[in-house]
């Protein structure tokens, strides 16, 4: 995500985002850590629901045999 997506998702200005990182640093990482969270749960839900599609069609696929 770049710096103006940031700025867009939290619908602050980029020079925002450039102060926090330079002068507020301690901020500006707990910002990206919670952005960087935010992308992983969504990652492994969509993990998760593909391994739960593959399952299900194992399991059809043994039912009709």
Do not use: H
Not at 20 to 35: A, D, F, H, Q, S
Not at 49 to 62: G, P, V
């Amino acid at each position: 995500m770049t710096q103006r997506d940031m700025a867009g998702f939290l619908d602050i200005d980029v020079k925002t985002i450039r102060n926090w990182r330079n002068k507020k640093p301690n901020l500006y990482e707990t910002i990206m850590k919670g952005l960087a969270f935010d992308e992983i749960v969504e990652s492994s839900k969509e993990s998760y629901e593909k391994a739960l599609s593959i399952k299900e069609k194992f399991e059809l696929k043994n039912k009709l045999k």
